[in-house]
């Protein structure tokens, strides 16, 4: 079903949209409830969702009704989650009312908000999301009639790892496992329902060899029985030939079958060959999604140790160029719009042989610290994503930024405590201050070359500022206040 049908329901009587209208016609595969009261509890869940693009939250912003900046926040979050929108409950009575700042996010976002009729406490959310399933679990047996809308959802999907997530909105519309391989009949992607058993099914894949095309062929795993189909997908403009493997409980009609095959198809040919074949993006999507185990499988196919220690390596071009770069195999490679990763075993590789195509006068290169396991591949891919605009507003000279200047940047933050250099100091010598501790690394001569000046200024105004903040540089702790402070104001005071 899509928008547009929700809106039909007897339980959406007088339910209307208010903002992302042009999305009426998007497939909904699913509903849930969101309460929370901190945007922080949310956001702690992995970006990439199951359901990718199709689900609609029920809320009422109880807990948040009288905070529009929080509501905001929960909205964006959604938006990183990919979420299709929010249905919104109880307007009048515990939500005062809708924000026109919360439409105009909606808007700008795309993301559709139904409000449901004001003043009503009588209405429940197991109405709505109990019709709502019923609805889509009717459709299930029939592909046809919304094959035109899947497709449209799936052509829309945010990139990179749109094949992915069509498997994963297939998956879970059929409740089935599908695994496309490759002719030597490894798995190049797979989406198991549930996923517990990727696995085993990888076991009776490998196990088994099959080129030939059987249809709800049973199989016997842990004690249960499921029905396997194994077709060639039709793919005559590809370079290579690939195949789908079908697992599910219950045997799948021929249209069914076929509605599954053409989708797949199509989505592949619309996204195109390489994300059948790109490794990295396929290990990231994985770890992403907290799924360990294909993460360790395409990990061990580019020679990685998931058992030894990792570090992550980020490339942004200054120069953008599309298409993937040539880099030799040292790792895990990954590239996503002006942003480029590797991760690898290799601790001490230079830039160069990570990034051949690195320049040094317009790229920027980031180092995250050294970890253990996959479950910290996506905190450290985040933290240093969510570091480079503010690493490069700081320390505007640097081309280079490792772990310690990374994280020494996220602890300073609004809350942090201000010895209020501007108070204290005219602009000039906080200037002076930030390109010596900052971007100089304390050298005199190079502080006084980048500000055209004589060292013995450097130096008279360094002694200035010790004696107007009262505080002595050669002292570890004042030092390390001044620095928070420089990264302070040039984040949020600095208006060049």
């Known amino acids: 079903m899509n928008v547009q049908d929700i809106l039909r329901l ?3 009587k007088g339910a209307k949209i208010i903002a992302g209208a042009s999305q009426n016609q998007r497939l909904v595969t699913t509903i849930s409830v969101l309460e929370v009261s901190e945007p922080k509890l949310y956001s702690g869940m992995p970006i990439k969702g199951e359901y990718s693009g199709n689900e609609l939250v029920l809320t ?9 900046d929080k509501q905001l926040e929960i909205i964006s979050i959604l938006h990183q989650h990919s979420q299709l929108g929010i249905i919104l409950y109880y307007v009048g009575l515990i939500l005062p009312e809708v924000s026109e700042k919360v439409i105009a996010k909606m808007n700008e976002l795309e993301m559709v908000l139904i409000l449901m009729p004001v003043n009503r406490m009588d209405l429940r959310y197991s109405e709505v999301i109990s019709e709502a399933l019923t609805y889509i679990s009717k459709e299930e047996a029939e592909l ?5 809308v899947l497709l449209e959802t799936i052509r829309q999907l945010p990139a990179p790892n749109q094949v992915e997530t069509g498997l994963s909105i297939l998956s ?3 409740k089935c496992s599908l695994f496309i391989k490759s002719r030597e009949n490894e798995v190049l992607l797979s989406k198991a329902w549930p996923r517990s058993l990727d696995q085993n099914l990888r076991e009776i894949i490998a196990s088994k060899q099959e080129k030939e095309t059987k249809k709800n062929v049973p199989v016997e795993l842990n004690q249960n029985y499921y029905f396997q189909t194994d077709i060639q997908l039709v793919l005559s403009s590809l370079e290579h030939p ?3 493997s079908i697992f599910r409980r219950e045997p799948l009609a021929e249209k069914q079958i076929d509605g599954i095959r053409i989708v797949v198809e199509k989505t592949i040919k619309y996204f195109g060959e390489d994300q059948l074949l790109n490794t990295g993006q396929q290990f990231f999507s994985a770890c992403q999604t907290g799924d360990f185990h ?6 061990q196919k580019e020679g990685v140790d998931v058992g030894q220690p990792l570090k992550l390596y980020c490339l942004q071009k200054g120069v953008p160029k599309k298409g993937r770069a040539a880099y030799i195999k040292h790792g895990i490679y990954y590239q996503e719009k ?3 990763w590797v991760i690898s075993n290799s601790l001490s590789t230079s830039i160069t042989t990570l990034f051949p195509t690195y320049d040094s006068e317009t790229d920027y290169f980031f180092l995250g610290r050294e970890f253990v396991g996959l479950s910290s591949v996506f905190e450290q891919l985040s933290f240093i994503a969510d570091q480079i605009e503010e690493s490069k507003k700081v320390f505007p000279q640097k081309k280079c930024f490792f772990p310690e200047e990374l994280y020494l940047l996220k602890d300073v933050t609004r809350e942090t ?3 209020f250099l501007e108070s204290y100091l005219e602009e000039e010598l906080i200037e002076t201050l930030a390109v010596f501790f900052l971007d100089c690394d304390e050298n005199i001569n190079d502080t006084a070359n980048r500000l055209f000046l004589h060292n013995n200024t450097i130096k008279y105004r360094l002694k200035r500022a010790q004696e107007h903040l009262g505080m002595s540089f050669s002292h570890t702790a004042s030092r390390y206040l001044l620095i928070k402070n420089l990264i302070y104001y040039r984040k949020y005071l600095n208006k060049d």
């Open 294 to 299: 294909t993460a360790t499988l395409l990990a």
């Open 60 to 68: 009422s912003f109880a807990q948040i009704a009288n905070d529009v």
């Open 172 to 174: 879970d519309k059929f």
């Open 242 to 244: 690939y195949y789908l």
């Open 338 to 340: 002006d942003l480029e």
């Open 10 to 12: 007897s339980s959406m």
């Open 144 to 148: 046809d009639p919304q094959q035109e």
């Open 417 to 419: 405590e201000s010895i």
